[in-house]
């Protein structure tokens, strides 16, 4: 299935050492003559750099700026102890309904021997449906 590839490449021979033999010239003519120019205008390079930290400073502090957002304010709930009760006991009795049809379908899924994709969709649903009505602290 695999086959082992043989090469009679020279083990010293790296990606850096062809480049450079192939475009060294190119390299060298580029550095002289970027040494001639800056040893000729000195001043011309010293503000390129700093008018270049500078406008890095301005775009830093202006466009590229993580703006923290404005955490809402939470809204105080009106406290009516029968009626909020009466809520959370519907509430939760939803909540136990949904479970047990939840786990009437994980468990018919389950006791397949194998599952289609549908199947597979479908129990993950479910298990994700079941996180959500019963988070783990």
Do not use: C
């Not at 299935?1 to 033999?21: A, C, G, H």
């Not at 040494?35 to 270049?52: G, L």
């Amino acid at each position: 299935m695999l086959k082992k590839i043989r090469s009679n490449r020279d083990p010293r021979d790296t990606l850096f050492k062809e480049v450079r033999r192939e475009f060294g010239r190119y390299f060298l003519y580029a550095e002289r003559a970027l040494e001639r120019n800056t040893s000729k205008h000195p001043r011309r390079y010293f503000y390129m750099m700093v008018s270049a930290m500078f406008l890095s400073m301005i775009l830093s502090f202006t466009f590229f700026r993580n703006r923290e957002r404005p955490l809402a304010i939470p809204v105080a709930k009106i406290i009516a102890p029968a009626s909020d009760g009466f809520e959370r006991i519907l509430q939760t009795t939803g909540e136990i309904r949904q479970t047990l049809a939840l786990k009437k379908i994980i468990d018919s899924i389950t006791s397949k021997k194998t599952l289609s994709s549908r199947d597979s969709l479908l129990l993950d649903s479910a298990l994700n449906r079941f996180r959500e009505i019963q988070p783990i602290h």
